[in-house]
Nanobody, 123 residues
């Protein structure tokens, strides 16, 4: 079982950048597909990005449009989400997640979740 802890959220102006990190513990990190979702209170979690166990393949939600990059460091058991050109509508709680099956884009397909980190983009 893997435990996930996100960090790096905060307040940023529209057009700015932010880097989120997720630290994993519990073993077996290099076997997991890792992902990021985001959620506004009262709405379903939205797929942001996912990365394969080796880091060789990535997948993004349609709204990303080249603004975000997901990466991982298996030696450090971390996955990151670099976000550029942030917009007010990117304001959300961002969650790190993991599963051992495939590039899943629905939250029900993921097994492990962090507590989330708040990203607020001021316009």
């Amino acid at each position: 079982q893997v435990q996930l802890v996100e960090s790096g959220g905060g307040l940023v102006q529209a057009g700015g950048s932010l880097r989120l990190s997720c630290a994993a513990s519990g073993g077996g990190f290099s076997r997991y597909y890792m992902g990021w979702f985001r959620q506004t209170s009262g709405k379903e979690r939205e797929f942001v990005a996912a990365i394969s166990p080796t880091g060789g393949n990535t997948r993004y939600g349609d709204f990303v449009k080249g603004r975000f990059t997901i990466s991982r460091d298996n030696a450090k058991n971390t996955v990151s989400l670099q976000m550029h050109s942030l917009k007010a509508e990117d304001t959300d709680v961002y969650y790190c997640t993991a599963n051992q099956r495939d590039f899943m884009t629905t939250m029900s397909s993921y097994d492990y979740w962090g507590q989330g980190t708040q990203v607020t983009v001021s316009s």
